[in-house]
């Protein structure tokens, strides 16, 4: 049997390539003390991994705000952060070496068109890309399979010869229900025993590269290659 060439890669974006959870976090903060609510950690962590549009409902009920003033409150309390949006480590090396090496890559991200592009911009690393879906261009976000589906489909392969790159369990469960395969890489606002639904968890992203090369040989073998 003929080897396959280096299987496709998708990543999520915030958390994963941008250290931008902490950032959200830090408006969510401000949003609940600017109107008079103490910090609530459940509260935020419904927001993981998910659409704006998925989850600001739920989240305006739960605070009893209406749902467009809840939206402007939490873009103004983020805005003065966007400034100190950095990369996570290994960031740029490890997109630019697995593309390197012959792999299809895709970006899958809750986040909006607009944004991903200015951040894959700001990182240079915006023509490593093959595919890139956003959040506004599926019905159902994570964790529904529909985004991780929408990305194979964009680099013309079959999602269960994918590995995607995730930080949350809502992301995780979304590529899981794709039927990709998923490297997890935990940070401050997630752990490890969260992340267990994945089939690897690692420290970084240079952790997630080896277990990319990992997997594909163990596709390789279940394959009977």
């Known amino acids: 049997m003929n080897r396959p060439g280096p299987g496709p890669v998708v990543f999520d974006l915030d958390g994963v390539l941008i250290d931008s959870e902490p950032l959200y976090e830090l408006a969510f903060r401000a949003y609940l003390e600017r109107i008079g609510r103490e910090t609530d950690v459940g509260l935020f962590a419904m927001t993981l991994g998910r659409r704006q549009a998925d989850f600001l409902p739920e989240l305006a009920a739960r605070l009893g705000r209406d749902g467009a003033e809840l939206e402007r409150g939490l873009e103004a309390a983020l805005e003065p952060h966007l400034a100190t949006l950095k990369p996570m480590p290994y960031a740029a090396e490890t997109v630019a070496g697995?593309?390197?090496?012959?792999?299809?890559?895709?970006?899958?991200?809750s986040s909006v068109g607009d944004f991903a592009r200015r951040v894959l911009n700001d990182l240079h690393i915006e023509n490593f890309f093959d595919a890139l879906v956003t959040g506004e261009e599926v019905a159902r976000g994570k964790p529904d399979p529909s985004i991780y589906e929408l990305a194979a489909a964009r680099l013309g392969v079959e999602p269960r010869d994918c590995v995607a790159i995730e930080d949350t369990p809502t992301?995780?469960?979304?590529?899981?229900?794709?039927?990709?395969?998923c490297v997890a890489v935990p940070h401050a606002l997630t752990s490890r025993s969260s992340l267990m639904e994945a089939d690897l968890v690692v420290d970084d992203l240079r952790g997630a590269a080896a277990a990319v090369r990992w997997l594909?040989?163990?596709?390789?073998?279940?394959?009977?290659a």
């Not at 697995?98 to 991200?109: F, H, V």
């Not at 594909?216 to 009977?224: E, I, K, Q, T």
């Open 98 to 109: 697995l593309r390197k090496n012959g792999r299809p890559l895709a970006l899958a991200t």
């Open 171 to 181: 992301g995780v469960a979304s590529a899981k229900a794709a039927r990709m395969r």
């Open 216 to 224: 594909d040989g163990r596709s390789a073998v279940d394959d009977g």
